[in-house]
């Protein structure tokens, strides 16, 4: 059965500090892996997609590695700020693409304090 | 560019009631339209998708159902709310350079009561 398995569930850090949420997963045949970020109360927005010839994707303070060997995922945030408060989802998705190719990750809720 | 609407933004209904939500996408044509619910701890959960007028994929069983009615325009629907209907609603469509990105919708937060 494809699962996407995300950590810490939840995590809390000071402003300005950098973080790192984990996602391993078992969808196999691999396509590509997306991180959403998603605001309380809003719909999940993109940060990167990665596909499995690509190491390395950054945006902005976000950057994600991927090592489809190991089936790891990661997404470093750095100097976070308070706006970066949000459950970040990691999806994985099968070739052929369709809605039932897609598996999400219940996410990491994470919280920048002041 | 591509916008996605739903609507309601919040909804409370009591037990047994109907339900009807919206999603309208504008600035594409013939998406690929999803519904997806999003329950307090959980994951995003497949309800319905859609890949044209009048075609409706559903993937959980339940006492929900879904309809498209024209080409940008998706409606999620129940005859009678349950409690363990509560939740965030998105809705999604599929575009971007990579095949199957999703864009998701502002969503829905319905509690039933």
């Known amino acids: 059965k494809n699962q996407v398995e995300q950590s810490p569930q939840s995590l809390i850090i000071l402003e300005g500090k950098n973080c790192t949420l984990q996602?391993?997963?078992?969808?196999?045949?691999?396509?590509?892996l997306r991180w959403y970020k998603q605001d309380t109360g809003r719909g999940p927005v993109s940060l990167t997609i990665?596909?499995?010839?690509?190491n390395t994707k950054s945006n902005g303070r976000y950057t994600a590695t991927l090592d489809a060997d190991t089936k790891q995922s990661s997404l470093h945030i750095t100097a976070s700020q308070l706006s970066d408060s949000a459950s970040y989802i990691c999806?994985?998705?099968?070739?052929?693409?369709?809605?039932?190719?897609?598996?999400f990750g219940k996410g990491t809720h994470l919280i920048i304090q002041p | 560019s591509q916008t996605i609407h739903q609507w309601p933004a919040t909804l409370v209904q009591p037990v047994g009631s109907p339900l009807s939500l919206e999603c309208t996408v504008e600035?594409?044509?013939?998406?690929?339209l999803y519904w997806y619910r999003q329950a307090a701890g959980r994951g995003l959960q497949l309800l319905f998708y859609?890949?044209?007028?009048?075609?409706i994929s559903s993937e959980v069983p339940q006492n929900l159902s879904a309809s498209r009615p024209q080409d940008r325009q998706f409606i999620l629907s129940s005859k009678k709310l349950l409690l363990s209907d509560s939740g965030f609603y998105l809705c999604?469509?599929?575009?971007?350079?990579?095949?199957?990105?999703?864009?998701f919708g502002p969503g829905t937060r319905l509690t039933v009561l």
């Open positions: 999604a469509w599929v575009g971007g350079r990579h095949y199957n990105e999703q864009f």
């Open positions: 996602c391993n997963y078992t969808v196999s045949p691999f396509s590509n």
């Open positions: 990665m596909t499995f010839s690509e």
């Open positions: 999806v994985v998705s099968a070739p052929g693409g369709g809605a039932d190719g897609l598996t």
């Open positions: 600035g594409t044509s013939n998406p690929n």
């Open positions: 859609s890949v044209g007028i009048g075609q």
